[in-house]
């Protein structure tokens, strides 16, 4: 069974920064684009990074040129720098992932979630 396990977590000032962690675990052929989405009490869940296979990435607005999305293939692990967090940064970030598995079939995973907050 495929896992996504994000880390890194945790409550941090304005200002401060933090790194995600997101390890893929489990029988898996190949990784395919991979993304951290999050999702603030009371909104809908929005993209904040992604990045292909190739290391090609796109950000939502709100976080461009703060946070810096990455992937180790050789790990199989995604990541997230965010620097010069603000208040509105707090959010559950989660990894998600196109996986293919070992009957070539491309299915889309999630993490469980890890907590991120910035206290003003």
């Known amino acids: 069974q495929v896992q996504l396990v994000e880390s890194g977590g945790g409550l941090v000032q304005a200002g401060g920064s933090l790194r995600l962690s997101c390890a893929a675990s489990?029988?898996?052929?190949?990784?395919?684009?991979m993304r951290w989405y999050r999702q603030a009490p009371g909104k809908q869940r929005e993209l904040v990074a992604a990045?292909?296979?190739?290391?090609?990435?796109n950000y939502a607005d709100s976080v461009k040129g703060r946070f810096t999305i990455s992937r180790d293939n050789a790990k199989r692990t995604l990541y997230l720098q965010m620097n010069s967090l603000k208040p509105e940064d707090t959010s559950v970030y989660y990894c998600?992932?196109?996986?293919?598995?070992?009957?070539?079939?491309?299915?889309?995973?999630w993490g469980q979630g890890t907590q991120v907050t910035v206290s003003s």
């Open positions: 990045i292909t296979t190739s290391g090609s990435t």
């Open positions: 489990g029988i898996i052929f190949s990784i395919n684009a």
């Open positions: 998600n992932a196109d996986i293919t598995n070992e009957y070539r079939l491309i299915q889309n995973f």
